[in-house]
Every structure is written in structure tokens, then in C-alpha cells.
């Protein structure tokens, strides 16, 4: 029940193109959802997050979709970039604990 | 901008041996996390600390592992007794005020077990 499932495993996107990552989870307490960025040999670092109390939350080119009854969300990156070539990873969290618990990441590629 | 730092970079040791990871988070701070993340694998977290207690514990935090905060800024994992599956990347994570607050990471510790 705590599982995040993340999907797909990799993603091959052409520059200027929309890269979509979707996440799904089971736990109804979780109400934090961030999605983190990794460069290889980093750390991961927060690049959006939702609570459950919007549907949509927009960050210049970064989106997050937010489905509560279909316990979904999604990350959408518009006019995708060279630069944005990365691992994604979302994750969840809720009040009762501090652990994010994260999904199995998506390897992206921005081809110029 | 601040940021979370991790000692050392990479860390080699052989099975059995005790390694100690050191993390300086964010100075105004206050909750402290330990993530690992396997090569290739997703980031699992470890330990959550507050007020110089665990706040949570992943079953993967057995009694082989240990947080302390020995000052007011380090904050340590140690692995007493190495295995090679300890062989992962280690993050250490800060955040300011609650569990749903921004946690910041640092650039990890490389640990490989021989």
C-alpha cells in the first residue's frame, strides 16, 4: 500500500516536444506530491510539487496533473529541452510519517 | 544558496568494517533524512530525525544502522558491520519545518562494499 508505481521506465522525446511521466499510488493518506529531477552523480532535487487539494499545478515549463479519484498524477514538461535530459522521480509522502516514498524513476532523453 | 553537504564522496570498504557517512544540512533546519539508492534502482528511504530522535524508520534501517547528530550541524549515519549489499548511494536529506516541507538533498556518498 505504500507503493508508488512510475511510469514509463525511459522516455525518448525530440527538443521541443512534451514529455509526459505518470505515477500512480494506493495510499489515500498520502497528501504531498513532489516530483524530483537527478542529474547522474547528483542528488535528487525538487522540481514541482502538488497537494490534493488542486487538480493542476503550473511551474513555467513543468506541470503537474492531479487525479485524486484515480489516485494518479502526472508530470507533463513542455517544449522539452537537451538539458532536460534527466532522471525524473515522483514521490509521496503524508502528515502521520516524514518518509517520501518514490517511484521507480524515468530516464529521460531530449534529442536535439 | 544553501545547501546540503555530504562527506565523503565516495567510500571503499571492505565487508565487515564499520563506515561512518556525514551530512551538514541546511542551518535552519530541523527535520534530517537518510535515503539510499541502489545503482539503478528507485531512492528508499532510511531514517527520519527530529529533536535528536528517530521520527520514522524503514525496515531496511535494521540494528546495523545508526543516526546521531553528535553537533549543531553534522548529522551521521554509521553501518556497523558492512555487507556487500549495503553497496548503494547514500542521501542525505533536510528539511525546515514538517514532513511535508521541501526536503533538500545532498550529492550523496558512493559506498561500495568489497
Known amino acids: 500500500q505504500q507503493q508508488v508505481k512510475q511510469s514509463p521506465q525511459s522516455l525518448i522525446v525530440q527538443k521541443g516536444g512534451i514529455s509526459i511521466i505518470n505515477c500512480a499510488y494506493e495510499n489515500t493518506a498520502f497528501d504531498y506530491f513532489p516530483w524530483y529531477q537527478q542529474f547522474p552523480g547528483k542528488g535528487p532535487a525538487l522540481l514541482i510539487a502538488i497537494r490534493p487539494d488542486v487538480s493542476e499545478k503550473k511551474e513555467g515549463r513543468f506541470t503537474i496533473s492531479f487525479n485524486k479519484s484515480a489516485k494518479q498524477f502526472s508530470l507533463h514538461i513542455m517544449d522539452s529541452q537537451p538539458g532536460d535530459s534527466a532522471t525524473y522521480f515522483c514521490?509521496?509522502?503524508?502528515?502521520?510519517?516524514?518518509?517520501?516514498?518514490f517511484g521507480g524513476g524515468t530516464r529521460l532523453m531530449v534529442k536535439p | 544558496e544553501p545547501e546540503v553537504t555530504q562527506t565523503p564522496s565516495h567510500q571503499v570498504t571492505q565487508m565487515g568494517q564499520e563506515v561512518i557517512l556525514r551530512c551538514v544540512p541546511i542551518?535552519?533546519?530541523?527535520?534530517f533524512y537518510w535515503y539510499r539508492q541502489i545503482l539503478g534502482q528507485k531512492v528508499e528511504f532510511l531514517v527520519s530525525?527530529?529533536?535528536?530522535?528517530?521520527?520514522?524508520k524503514s525496515e531496511i534501517f535494521d540494528d546495523q544502522f545508526s543516526v546521531e547528530r553528535p553537533d549543531g550541524s553534522n548529522f551521521t549515519l554509521k553501518i556497523r558491520s558492512t555487507k556487500l549489499e549495503d553497496s548503494a548511494m547514500y542521501f542525505c536529506a533536510s528539511s525546515e519545518i514538517q514532513s511535508t516541507d521541501t526536503q533538500y538533498f545532498g550529492p550523496g556518498t558512493r559506498l561500495t562494499v568489497l
Open positions: 514521490a509521496a509522502s503524508h502528515n502521520a510519517g516524514n518518509m517520501l516514498t
Open positions: 530525525f527530529y529533536n535528536n530522535e528517530i521520527s520514522e
Open positions: 542551518s535552519n533546519h530541523l527535520y
